[in-house]
C-alpha cells in the first residue's frame, strides 16, 4: 500500500478521477449544448484514463483491493491528485482554464511515461495521450478565444488566471514517491511554462510574475474542496456497501 | 389583410432567412451562434453523409463541435462542415413539378444490368 510506485499510480488516477467529477458537474448545465457535450466527452476520457491506473494499482496490491474500493473508499488525505484539479468549476473561463492548465501538463507527462519502463503505465500512457491532445486543443482554443474575446469574456479569463495561478508550481515539485518512479516532472516545467506562455500571450492575458505557490495535494493535504467532492463521489458507495448498479 | 406563412420542413433551409435557424439581425447574431450543417465519411471510400447541424461560432469550433456531437461512436473518420446559410435548398412548393413526372418513368432507374459481385458500394 504505501510502496512508490503504488502510491504514484494512485497520484496520476486520482489526478483523472477528481477532474473527471469536476467537469462531469458541467453536465447538462453547459453554456450550449454542444460544449455541454465536449465537457462531459473529456470527463468521462479523464475517467477511463483513472479507471486504468485504478485497476493496475488494485492489481498490484492484491487482497481485496478493486478500482471501486481505491476510488470510493479512500479517505481524504489518502488522496494524491494535486491541488489545481480539485478547484471549483466556478465559471466557463475558470473551467477552460483549469483544464488548459492541467492538459498541457498531462500531455507533456503522458508524452514521457509512454518511455517509462513500467510496460503498463507506458500502455496506459500512451493510449491516453491521443485524447489528451484533443483536451489540449480543445482547451487552448477556449482559452484564447475568451481571452481575446469581448470585455466580459476577458475580464473572466483574469479572475480565472487569478484563482488557479497559484495551484501550478505544485505540479512540477516532485513528491517523495514521484523521486523513486515514473517521469521526472520537475522536467517538464520549462516546456509548459513555454507553450503556457505562447497561449496566454495570444489571449491576450498576463501572468502573474510571482506568486506564492501552494503545495500539499500530492501529498494529500488538500483544499476544503476536495471534501465536498469526495461526499458526492462517495456517498452511494458509503451509505449501501457493495451495492452495484 | 394578407398573411403569408413560410412553413419549413426538416431539411428545408429558405434562402430569405426566414427560418428559425438563421439569425440575421445584428443584436440576434450577438447571442447566436450560427447554424452549421454537418457532413460525416464513416469510411475511407464513401461520401460525406449529412448527419445533422450545430451551431458554433466560426468552422473550426464546427469541426470541434463536430467531433465531440457526432463522432463519439466511432461514426467517422472525416468531417466536412457547412454553414447552413450557404445551402441553398429546393421549395416544398415545388415538390409536384420537380419530383412527380419521375415517378411512372421505371426506364429511368438502371435495374436492369447484372451487377459483379465485385462491386462495391452501388
Redesign the interface.
Given at each position: 500500500m504505501n510502496d512508490p510506485l503504488n502510491k504514484y499510480i494512485l497520484h496520476l488516477a486520482d489526478n483523472a478521477l477528481i477532474l473527471a467529477q469536476r467537469n462531469g458537474e458541467w453536465c447538462g448545465h453547459g453554456p450550449?449544448?454542444?460544449?455541454d457535450?465536449?465537457i462531459t466527452?473529456i470527463s468521462l476520457d479523464l475517467l477511463g484514463q483513472a479507471r486504468n491506473f485504478y485497476q493496475y494499482a488494485a492489481s498490484l496490491q492484491g487482497n481485496d483491493a478493486t478500482e471501486d474500493s481505491l476510488a470510493y473508499l479512500r479517505i481524504e488525505n489518502e488522496y494524491r491528485n494535486g491541488l489545481l484539479v480539485e478547484q471549483p468549476n466556478i465559471d466557463w473561463a475558470q473551467t477552460i482554464l483549469r483544464q488548459y492548465f492541467f492538459s498541457t501538463y498531462q500531455y507533456l507527462l503522458y508524452e514521457k511515461l509512454q518511455a517509462a519502463d513500467d510496460a503498463q503505465l507506458a500502455a496506459i500512457a500512451a493510449k491516453a495521450l491521443k485524447e489528451v491532445s484533443?483536451h489540449l486543443?480543445?482547451s487552448r482554443?477556449w482559452v484564447i478565444?475568451l481571452g481575446d474575446g469581448t470585455a466580459e469574456s476577458h475580464r473572466r479569463m483574469i479572475q480565472a488566471v487569478d484563482a488557479l495561478w497559484r495551484y501550478t508550481g505544485e505540479l512540477f515539485i516532485p513528491a517523495d514517491y514521484e523521486n523513486q518512479v515514473g517521469v521526472d516532472v520537475s522536467l517538464i516545467k520549462d516546456a509548459w511554462t513555454e507553450q503556457v506562455n505562447v497561449v496566454m500571450a495570444e489571449a491576450g492575458i498576463s501572468l502573474p510574475e510571482k506568486t506564492y505557490m501552494q503545495t500539499g495535494g500530492k501529498q494529500g493535504i488538500h483544499t476544503e474542496h476536495l471534501g465536498y467532492i469526495l461526499a458526492e463521489l462517495q456517498y452511494v458507495q458509503r451509505a449501501y456497501p457493495n451495492s452495484s448498479w | 389583410m394578407a398573411f403569408q406563412i413560410n412553413k419549413n420542413f426538416y431539411g428545408d433551409i429558405p434562402d430569405d432567412g426566414s427560418g428559425a435557424t438563421l439569425p440575421q439581425t445584428a443584436t440576434e447574431t450577438k447571442n447566436e451562434?450560427p447554424l452549421w450543417e454537418i457532413f460525416i465519411r464513416s469510411k475511407q471510400g464513401l461520401d460525406h453523409k449529412h448527419v445533422g447541424s450545430?451551431?458554433?461560432?466560426d468552422a473550426?469550433?464546427a469541426i470541434?463541435?463536430a467531433?465531440?456531437?457526432y463522432t463519439?461512436r466511432m461514426e467517422g473518420v472525416s468531417i466536412w462542415a457547412v454553414e447552413s446559410k450557404y445551402v441553398h435548398a429546393s421549395n416544398p412548393d415545388d415538390a409536384e413539378s420537380f419530383y412527380e413526372p419521375s415517378e411512372d418513368k421505371i426506364y429511368r432507374h438502371p435495374t436492369f444490368y447484372q451487377l459483379p459481385d465485385e462491386v462495391n458500394h452501388m
Open positions: 450550449i449544448l454542444e460544449q457535450i465536449a466527452n484533443y486543443r480543445w482554443e478565444r | 451562434w450545430l451551431h458554433a461560432a473550426a469550433m470541434e463541435n467531433r465531440d456531437v463519439r
